[in-house]
């Protein structure tokens, strides 16, 4: 079974940046899609970044010009660098990826906070 790890997570305030990494450890499966989730609480899990297989990268379009998606395939590590933060970015953010015909892997979460 695949685990994901998420790093990178923190204080910052409004304006500042972090960069979140994901490693992908134990039997790793053929990749449909990968990318971050995010939950605020209160909210709905919402869809932040995006990478296909096809090579598409999708964003939200509350991130897009501010975040991007990245991977290291040598290092089983995906990426997310938010720039220009805001206080609404805050929130607790998942990778997850969705193998072809398995169901979905996702990490345990690490938390964004981001102070006006």
């Known amino acids: 079974q695949e685990q994901l790890v998420e790093s990178g997570g923190g204080l910052v305030q409004a304006g500042g940046s972090l960069r979140l990494s994901c490693i992908s450890s134990?039997?790793?499966?053929?990749?449909?899609?990968m990318g971050w989730y995010r939950q605020a609480p209160g909210k709905q899990r919402e869809l932040v970044a995006q990478?296909?297989?096809?090579?598409?990268?999708n964003y939200a379009d509350s991130v897009t010009g501010r975040f991007t998606v990245s991977r290291d395939s040598a290092k089983n590590t995906l990426f997310l660098q938010m720039n220009s933060l805001k206080p609404e970015d805050t929130a607790t953010y998942y990778c997850?990826?969705?193998?072809?015909?398995?169901?979905?892997?996702w990490g345990q979460g690490t938390q964004v906070t981001v102070s006006s």
């Open positions: 990478l296909t297989s096809g090579g598409k990268t």
């Open positions: 997850y990826n969705q193998p072809f015909g398995r169901s979905s892997n």
């Open positions: 134990g039997r790793i499966f053929a990749i449909d899609s």
